[in-house]
């Protein structure tokens, strides 16, 4: 099992999302629903497009975490 960190950015029409650890792996949808399963396709492509190139398959290393903060 392979897990990726995926960033969803909220758009003028959608959402855009990208995986940090697979640089060009990218998609988009009208809605996040939409973006999550376009991301996932695309994920699934870019791996196998390495894989039967000879390719390394980048380990992932980004991380996320939620930062609040409060203005005084």
């Known amino acids: 099992m392979k897990k990726y960190l995926v ?3 909220k758009t003028k029409t959608g959402y855009s999302c990208y ?3 697979l640089p060009g792996c990218i ?4 809605t996040k629903i939409i973006a999550e399963k376009n991301i ?3 994920i699934k492509f870019h ?3 390495l894989e039967e190139e000879g390719l390394k398959v980048t380990v ?9 903060f409060i203005q005084e």
């Open 47 to 49: 791996i196998e497009g």
């Open 40 to 42: 996932y396709e695309a």
């Open 60 to 68: 992932a290393k980004s991380e996320s975490e939620m930062m609040v």
């Open 27 to 30: 998609a988009t949808g009208k």
């Open 7 to 9: 960033i969803f950015e």
């Open 19 to 21: 995986v940090p650890d």
